[in-house]
């Protein structure tokens, strides 16, 4: 048995011991929110609805709209002295009517077939017939588009002659056996459908075309390389912007310097949500240089996820950066595991501040009629977010989830509410987030890009067809439509080419 030396102080024994048990209580705590947050990324939901419990009058007056004191009034104490009167009553429900079967688009071709019934019909009258369409599909087709051009004897004098024969017609890639209609196809299954080309190669071969992977590697080169002239006029017209969202993704990139690794790039993204189109930039790293760069001549608002190679902007003449409400949710979310009561409180608050866009939105209001909304309804509902989360703040553990939820937003306040001062802002950073979407699910096929210059040129592309994709643009038809024009189009029209600008040819 241990014996305590004489003068062992117990108190201080025991609030060391108290504190050790407070820091492992802490850790504990943190590491089952990561582990919460770790099954969510592999096993959860990956949306972030958020649905009040029913559990605080708070909550009920939120989702049933009803008085405290009503509900204060009716207690579980009460219930004996509750008469029950059962009534029946016939529920009739107002079904719509079932739509049919789908009709298919009138474009489509139609092959016909008239199927007779098996005995004579020759003397008997015709009152109608039925019709019965079924979808059907057929691989698409490579074909060979042949030139002949015939060759004429031109005498030139009583002895000379030369050779007279037409020119071929102008194309986007000089001596290439792909036409610009393979050529397009071939890139919108890359960075519209997620097609790796080695996959492409494979669909090829089963048609009984046998392309090397070299060969449509080169194809992909040099037709991107043709559109440097027009990415750089379409980024003009996106800096051009009162308003731009800025977000950043990552890319694996095929290194010389790094032999049997890659390296991280990133894709960064500037969003016109006025005009529907978006920006690529890609960068070898994450730093502030890449923002600084591209947005050396921008003026107007800025507004992005809080990220800190956006903060030297926040004191650069003529830009007002604003951050992103959805951002600052969605630090409350990952915390439910955490606070469920506090964050509960919190998301009720953001949910009215959605409520109130989701309103705007619906009604299509001008922007002056969003401002005058945001002002009367949205300001209150967020001094009392504020308000709360200063009050709340002192009473969390500053490293907790709920914590760091609190600090992120009254650490960004400010950016958060500069949307209600003026109705054509948006309350979240979601346009350009919604634009990243198509590179995540590229990665994960392609897996990386196989140079740095091969990413900038995944950007020029990404950068064009997602604002087909904003436009309701049909990419291929608008891609096989660009790369025919080019060759001979001219340079002082060109911006008419780019998706925002472009006509499509009548047939």
């Known amino acids: 048995m241990q014996v305590a030396a004489p003068n062992t102080d117990y108190k201080v024994l025991y609030e060391q011991a108290q504190a050790v048990n407070e ?18 990324m592999i096993f959860g939901s990956k949306h972030e609805r958020f649905v009040p419990s029913n559990n605080s009058i708070n909550n009920l007056q939120l989702s049933l709209n009803l008085e405290a004191e009503t509900i204060e009034q009716c207690k579980i104490t009460d219930a004996t002295k509750i008469e029950y009167i059962r009534t029946k009553t016939q529920v009739i429900e107002d079904k719509k009517p079932h739509p049919g079967r789908m009709k298919l688009p009138e474009h489509l071709r139609r092959e016909t077939t008239i199927l007779q019934p098996d005995t004579d019909v020759t003397n008997l009258k015709k009152i109608g017939e039925e019709i019965t369409e079924i979808l059907d599909w057929t691989p698409g087709e490579m074909f060979v588009k042949q030139y002949i051009r015939p060759k004429y004897v031109v005498p030139v004098s009583e002895t000379n002659t030369t050779v007279l024969t037409a020119s071929l017609p102008n194309r986007i890639v000089e001596k290439s056996m792909a036409g610009e209609g393979l050529l397009a196809q071939i890139i919108v299954d890359k960075y519209v459908d997620h097609l790796p080309l080695h996959r492409q190669l494979q669909r090829f071969q089963r048609a009984g075309v046998t392309i090397a992977q070299s060969t449509i590697n080169g194809w992909v080169t040099l037709t991107l390389e043709q559109f440097l002239s027009l990415y750089e006029l379409h980024k003009i017209q996106v800096l051009a912007s009162y308003y731009l969202h800025a977000d950043e993704t990552t890319i694996k990139v095929l290194d010389r310097d790094k032999p049997g690794a890659t390296h991280q790039g990133y894709y960064w993204l500037y969003h016109n949500s006025k005009d529907k189109i978006v920006l690529f930039d890609y960068r070898k790293g994450r730093s502030r240089e890449g923002p600084n760069d591209i947005l050396k001549d921008f003026k107007g608002f800025l507004q992005t996820d809080g990220y800190v190679a956006y903060e030297d902007f926040e004191n650069t003449e003529g830009i007002t950066v604003l951050n992103c409400m959805a951002h600052a949710r969605r630090k409350f979310v990952d915390a439910l595991q955490n606070d469920k009561d506090r964050c509960e409180h919190a998301l009720a608050l953001f949910q009215k501040l959605y409520a109130i866009e989701r309103k705007a939105n619906q009604e299509q209001l001008l922007p002056d009629a969003i401002l005058s909304l945001r002002q009367d309804k949205s300001v209150p509902v967020l001094k009392e977010l504020k308000e709360w989360m200063v009050a709340q703040y002192p009473d969390v553990l500053p490293a907790s989830a709920i914590g760091k939820a609190i600090a992120y937003s009254l650490k960004r306040w400010e950016k958060l509410c500069v949307y209600v001062t003026d109705g054509r802002l948006c309350i979240d950073n979601n346009p350009v987030e919604n634009a990243v979407r198509p590179v995540a699910i590229g990665r994960k096929n392609y897996l990386f890009a196989g140079s740095h210059e091969a990413a900038q040129r995944a950007a020029m592309i990404y950068s064009l067809l997602a604002t087909c994709r904003m436009h ?16 001979s189009y001219d340079v002082k029209k060109l911006t008419e080419l780019l998706p925002q600008n472009w006509e499509k040819p009548v047939a």
């Open 472 to 487: 309701n643009i049909n990419p291929y038809t608008w891609l096989k439509d660009v790369l025919q024009r080019m060759p």
């Open 23 to 40: 820091q492992l209580q802490f850790e504990m705590t943190d590491l089952k929110h990561q582990l919460d947050q770790l099954k969510k």
